[in-house]
């Protein structure tokens, strides 16, 4: 079932906000609760990892007030990103086929700037971002084949 939910990237803390967020609200880390950064496997051109930042979050993902997903993970500048608060929240669509997740990328990206081409990734999702042309912070997660 399609859904939306928000994206929040932290420097290096976000396994303590989101341990703050779960004593506020009173709910438990989803799926395979914390995934570190060393989980990734390695990539052709990519340097290879501290051992700190290894333990960086790569996924986090929680449900709060019953029915909204908030999902979070640590975007250090030792690995390429210049976060600034403005800048670490992304609305994250997941819809229900890649036709329309097409579809959404084009029309929130025609006018703003592509940061990520859609494309298969190593979880085994279709994802891609942008940024639309009034500035706000897009991904997209498609686990649907079709």
Not at 68 to 96: A, R, Y
Not at 104 to 121: C, I, N, P, Y
Request: a negative charge; hydrophobic letters at 35%; proline letters at 5%.
């Amino acid at each position: 079932m399609a859904s939306v939910s928000t994206y929040l990237n932290f420097e290096r803390n976000t396994e303590a906000a989101f341990n703050f967020y779960k004593s506020v609200f009173n709910s438990e880390f989803d799926g395979q609760g914390i995934v570190r950064m060393n989980s990734i496997p390695p990539q052709e051109g990519m340097p290879p990892l501290s051992e700190e930042d290894g333990q960086l979050v790569m996924h986090v993902e929680m449900t709060i007030l019953g029915c909204h997903k908030i999902m979070g993970t640590d975007s250090p500048e030792s690995m390429g990103f210049n976060l600034n608060k403005g800048n670490n929240i992304h609305i994250n669509l997941q819809p229900d086929t890649r036709v329309e997740t097409q579809r959404l990328f084009k029309a929130l990206s025609s006018e703003g700037r592509v940061t990520m081409d859609l494309q298969e990734m190593f979880w085994g999702d279709y994802f891609g971002s942008c940024i639309d042309p009034f500035g706000v912070q897009w991904m997209f997660n498609c686990s649907s084949r079709e």
